[in-house]
């Protein structure tokens, strides 16, 4: 801790309570979202300058397992966390949790996961693809002190699940032991077209991501990612550049997604109040972007989408031997 104090003290209040409780007051947002990627497996009360502290919870859960239907896919999902300290200004959850706190500045450990997801996959007669998450990072920095997603990991390799994971933290490299060991898993990181500290204030800057995808490739795991959202006015990054180096880095498939506030007005209004910005107008030629960014995926061999897509072998029958033939 003392490293963090001396690397941060001049950028922050810190303060110490009669119970060992360490408060730590910053002078601008992005300086508290970096600083929780090094406290993230410490129990500190963090506020950033606006007063709002980080709260994190430790909570049980009913239920783990959750079957989504996308027309022809059918797949579990599974959420470990309740919020997110990523912070995007875009983000949808807000709209499925229907939570008070401010996003980005609470999260809910969902303690008991790992044996509540045993007690599930053990009542599961046909196995389906576990999809980690939907709606929250399994790798957010708080994950480094739970270990919750490894532990669910590890209860779905014993019964060799097939599974998907979407981060954007490098702190998937940790589980590289796990990963290797699925007969089929694929791991993703998703980039936005606005991957800065303004609209992710908790995310780690694209370099990582791609650096993290290289290591899971050199490690022999198929990695993909979802380019979203894509904003059709704020595309700030150079997607051709971007995609030949995510082809670089042994990247399989990049599947990509147009920003979206139909059905999720929470998300719309946040995005609107944080940003300053109209969502209608930041959609403008969306149809035209989404032609000229399907052209650069396809022309860079990553539209190969079945990838993503895990078949179970059938089961056979008797006709689907051959008769012992006759002496």
């Known amino acids: 801790m003392n490293g963090f104090i001396k690397e941060y003290s001049g950028w922050a209040k810190i303060s110490y309570s009669e119970y060992s409780n360490i408060t730590v007051i910053f002078f601008c947002d992005w300086l508290f979202h970096k600083c929780m990627m090094q406290l993230a497996s410490l129990q500190y009360e963090v506020k950033p300058h606006s007063g709002r502290a980080l709260e994190v919870r ?8 959750r079957r989504m239907n996308f027309s022809h896919v059918s797949e579990y999902t599974a959420n470990f966390y ?7 200004v875009y983000c949808y959850a807000p ?12 999260v809910d450990a ?16 046909e196995k389906e693809v576990v999809f980690l998450s939907s709606a929250s ?9 739970f270990k919750i997603t490894r532990r669910c990991l590890e209860a779905l390799l014993e019964r060799d699940f097939p599974v998907i994971i ?9 589980d590289t032991d796990l990963l290797k060991k699925f007969t089929w898993l694929r791991v993703g990181c998703s980039i936005s077209s606005v991957s800065n500290k303004f609209y992710e204030p908790g995310v780690v800057s694209v370099s990582r991501r791609i650096e993290t995808l290289r290591r899971l490739h050199e490690h022999g795991i198929t990695t993909w990612v979802s380019m979203a959202p894509v904003i059709p006015q704020l595309v700030l990054e150079d997607v051709g550049m971007l995609l030949k180096k995510l082809k670089k880095s042994g990247v399989s498939c990049v599947v990509f997604g147009m920003l979206r506030f139909i059905g999720y007005e929470e998300s719309r209004i946040m995005f609107e109040q944080r940003t300053n910005l109209r969502s209608a107008s930041v959609m403008r030629k969306e149809k035209e972007v989404r032609e ?8 860079n061999g990553l539209d190969s989408y079945s990838v993503l897509e895990w078949s179970r072998e059938p089961t056979k029958t008797l006709d689907d031997f051959s008769p012992i033939s006759q002496a």
């Open 58 to 65: 430790e909570v049980k859960c009913s239920t783990v397992l």
């Open 82 to 88: 309740r919020g997110c300290t990523h912070g995007c």
């Open 95 to 106: 709209s499925l949790i229907h939570d008070e706190r401010r996003w980005g500045y609470f």
């Open 110 to 125: 969902k303690a008991n996961s790992p044996q509540l997801l045993r007690k599930e996959l053990g009542q599961i007669h």
């Open 137 to 145: 990072d399994p790798y957010q920095p708080v994950e480094a002190r």
């Open 166 to 174: 979407l981060t954007r933290s490098p702190l998937v490299l940790r």
């Open 292 to 299: 000229e960014i399907a052209k650069l995926v396809s022309s």
